[in-house]
């Protein structure tokens, strides 16, 4: 984005705001809405649409590993699919952005996210006899683009569709609590912060396990209402607050 910098001084501020301020992608809240439908796209891909894990790849990849080791090809080939469909999303969300805040005048994140939903809710008219792969591939797509998108908290660097990166953080704190003393209050705020968004995802998931039966393929439409509130600040800020800063690059992009 250099070319958009008019001057030295322009360049300078730029800087100045990008180390000083969190955008309002940043917030920490945003963050845990954010993961609260993660954790409802995760568990209504693996209970209700064919028990793959759209959120992250690596259990994909263990169970095509696993049925290439017990010589079910045909299998394996089956989740070359969700992971086509990750790679295709994060090719995206790295192109896209640019673009996106230049030509409609909001924030590449809010766009996004606006697009989960409007995705999400044609998903939930998709009904159950149609093949399983054609939500997969639609929500591993998304999937793919929102933690592409969404790196950092304050900050902090933080992932708002799995989970394990926040359980290696706890473990970090409490080895930083245990061993610098003089650090103890900043360990146990960022522990805290990794542990409410655990809690943020189960509670999504949570939520949609015990609705599925009942809401059946619109089910995924609860995650709508957490993105819904995203959307409403993020373009808010974005037409108002931060109209200025369409040009500040997230931290940790």
Same mark, same amino acid.
């Given at each position: ?10 360049r ?7 180390? !000083? ?9 945003i ?37 290439i ?114 650090? !103890? ?30 809401l ?19 373009l ?5 607050? !931060? ?11």
């Amino acid at each position: 984005m250099q070319e958009q910098f008019k001057s030295e001084e322009h360049r300078q501020k730029h800087n100045e705001l990008h180390r !000083e301020h969190y955008l309002t992608c940043e917030k920490y809240y945003i963050f845990e809405l954010l993961a609260v439908a993660g954790g409802m796209m995760g568990l209504y891909t693996y209970s209700l649409r064919g028990q793959v894990f759209c959120n992250a790849q690596t259990g994909n990849i263990v169970k095509m590993t696993a049925a290439i080791g017990w010589g079910r090809y045909g299998v394996a080939l089956y989740y070359l699919i969700p992971f086509a469909a990750y790679v295709l999303g994060t090719i995206i969300s790295e192109i896209l952005p640019e673009k996106v805040s230049r030509t409609i005048f909001i924030r590449w994140e809010t766009a996004l996210v606006g697009t989960e939903m409007l995705v999400l809710f044609m998903i939930g008219f998709i009904p159950f006899s149609w093949p399983d792969q054609i939500v997969q591939v639609m929500i591993n797509f998304l999937c793919a683009m929102q933690f592409n998108t969404f790196r950092q908290a304050e900050g902090i660097p933080m992932a708002t569709l799995f989970v394990t990166n926040h359980v290696r953080q706890i473990g970090i704190s409490i080895a930083r609590i245990i061993k610098h003393h003089d650090q !103890e209050a900043e360990a146990r705020a960022k522990m805290l912060k990794h542990v409410k968004l655990i809690l943020a995802f189960m509670f999504g998931g949570i939520i949609v396990t015990a609705l599925s039966s009942y809401l059946k393929e619109r089910t995924i439409w609860l995650a709508i209402i957490p993105l819904s509130a995203c959307f409403c600040v993020m373009l808010q800020s974005d037409l108002i607050y !931060e109209r200025a800063m369409l040009d500040i690059t997230p931290h940790g992009h």
